[in-house]
């Protein structure tokens, strides 16, 4: 049923909710950060709508509880005087832009000039309506807060308000509703970082209001395959959860040992690109340190292959079959941590060896069953990918990469491209404990894996396959088409994503 009425001179309809709120208990302290469980329980009951699911969350926090009307108070465990109130039930609305809003007894009114005369008239005239003054508000002429009569649902009372516009110049329900900060991450780099703004970047704060990269268990674990990474950088310490390198096994062998990431260990190899790469995916937010990833609460796995540059196609299938099956690389290492999805930025010759293909195509066991999909950089080059016989496999999602202005820039293009992500003059952490602007397809990749990593969060029980449709579904499309040679499906955006 919608309730359809007058707001700021305008008409709007509010849809009356099929849930009803229970005031909280006074003395429920102020909520801490909300935890996975707490949101996974919240999208179960209210689905996945946004800004509902934000605004559910933020009042489920606050101590409120939605229930089905015919709830009794002693049905939730109230055994106090408070379950003889029945105060305690509010109805909720929900707003055309599926805004979340709880009634209150509370409206305020402007009276025209013609009904009054002095105070105690202005009393009297409110009292006709049966409204109580709380407050007169100075900031405008004839201006009160006021309380409404018992008794009638909130729609009648207020329609019947402002059905006199003789006596208001507007009466208008006061509703509760989340109010909370629009901030931005505290990272001094994050305002030149315009892979993250609406134009034509990512619109990641707003995606980020639904998630971070944690899902309803734990985080999502991004693999980042690069030559090396510098696992002590300020901005993504913490966040690396597992890996480990590929140590060749003598000079001129095609051969190589793994050694297991060990936080703080030494020796581990350390490289600008990967260091970037994995920044672009998952550098921690509001740490007041360089800027942030796309998935800034997901994990990362900083995986080392071909560490000096050079080395073989077995070692480079290897660093994949560590990410999705790290016991059949490392049987004495950790029991799950395994990677959700794959980002890699490496070339090759360009003949694809048949153990890197089935490395690749094994990848649809990961996640027990439901596939890892893995991100591949195209050339940052102007040539069909039919000629990259890497990106050219069908388990490999190839990315390019997007300008500040939206459009592809200098890479690969052709049937086989999925979709573009920013990839010029982007900003992130290099080594040093450095942060620098760099150029490339390269960061692209961890960028749209990043995305994927978020809608993961959302939805772990998805496959490989669907998380990649919902990233070309959401692009956004240059002149509405569908998808082209040279954007595959447009440009991920990850509001839209995740929403």
């Not at 025209?112 to 407050?135: C, F, M, S, W, Y």
């Not at 109010?179 to 305002?191: E, Y």
């Not at 153990?355 to 991100?375: D, K, W």
Request: aromatic residues 6%; charged residues 20%.
């Amino acid at each position: 049923m919608d309730w359809k009425l007058t707001i700021n001179g305008k008409q709007v309809k509010w849809q009356i909710a099929d849930t009803v709120a229970v005031v909280p208990s006074a003395d429920i302290p102020p909520p801490g950060p909300e935890t996975p469980q707490e949101i996974e329980s919240i999208r179960e009951r209210f689905g996945d709508s946004y800004p509902a699911l934000r605004d559910r969350m933020a009042f489920e926090r606050a101590g409120w509880q939605f229930v089905d009307p015919d709830v009794t108070p002693q049905s939730l465990g109230m055994t106090d005087d408070r379950a003889l109130d029945s105060t305690l039930t509010r109805q909720v609305f929900n707003t055309e832009d599926g805004d979340v809003l709880i009634e209150t007894d509370v409206a305020t009114v402007q009276l025209n000039a013609a009904p009054k005369t002095e105070q105690r008239t202005i009393e009297r005239v409110l009292a006709e309506d049966g409204l109580k003054i709380l407050h007169k508000l100075e900031f405008a002429p004839d201006l009160y807060v006021v309380q409404l009569p018992p008794g009638r649902p909130l729609p009648e009372t207020i329609n019947a308000l402002q059905a006199k516009p003789d006596r208001y110049v507007f009466a208008e329900p006061s509703m509760l509703q989340r109010i909370s900060g629009r901030q931005d991450p505290n990272d001094p780099l994050f305002g030149q970082q315009w892979q993250h703004s609406n134009n034509f970047g990512l619109h990641s704060v707003a995606a980020w209001e639904i998630t971070k990269g944690v899902g309803p268990q734990r985080p999502i674990r991004i693999a980042i395959i690069d030559n090396g990474m510098e696992i002590t950088h300020d901005d993504l310490k913490t966040a690396i959860v597992g890996g480990g390198y590929f140590k060749r096994n003598g000079p001129g062998t095609a051969t190589s040992t793994f050694v297991r990431y060990q936080p703080g260990m030494s020796g581990f190899p350390v490289f600008g690109h990967g260091t970037f790469c994995m920044g672009m995916a998952g550098a921690r937010a509001n740490n007041e340190k360089g800027g942030c990833g796309i998935a800034p609460q997901s994990d990362l796995l900083a995986i080392a292959c071909a560490i000096d540059q050079t080395g073989s196609q077995v070692t480079l299938a290897r660093a994949i079959d560590f990410a999705v099956n790290p016991k059949q690389v490392d049987p004495a290492g950790p029991v799950d941590l395994g990677a959700d999805v794959i980002s890699c930025s490496l070339g090759t010759a360009n003949v694809l060896e048949t153990v890197l293909e089935l490395a690749i195509n094994s990848a649809t066991s990961g996640r027990g069953g439901l596939g890892v999909p893995i991100f591949w950089a195209v050339r940052n080059s102007n040539t069909e990918i039919r000629t990259d016989k890497l990106c050219s496999l069908p388990n490999v999602i190839a990315v390019g990469r997007s300008g500040p202005d939206g459009k592809p820039v200098q890479c690969g293009h052709g049937p086989k491209l999925e979709f573009l992500a920013p990839g010029l003059d982007v900003w992130g952490p290099t080594w040093g404990n450095g942060n620098i602007q760099w150029s490339g397809t390269s960061f692209a990749t961890p960028l749209a894996a990043g995305v994927a990593a978020l809608v993961m969060s959302r939805h772990p029980d998805w496959t490989a396959q669907q998380v990649l449709q919902r990233l070309r579904d959401t692009c956004d499309r240059a002149n509405g088409v569908v998808r082209d040679d040279f954007s595959g499906f447009g440009r991920v955006n990850a509001l839209r994503a995740v929403q």
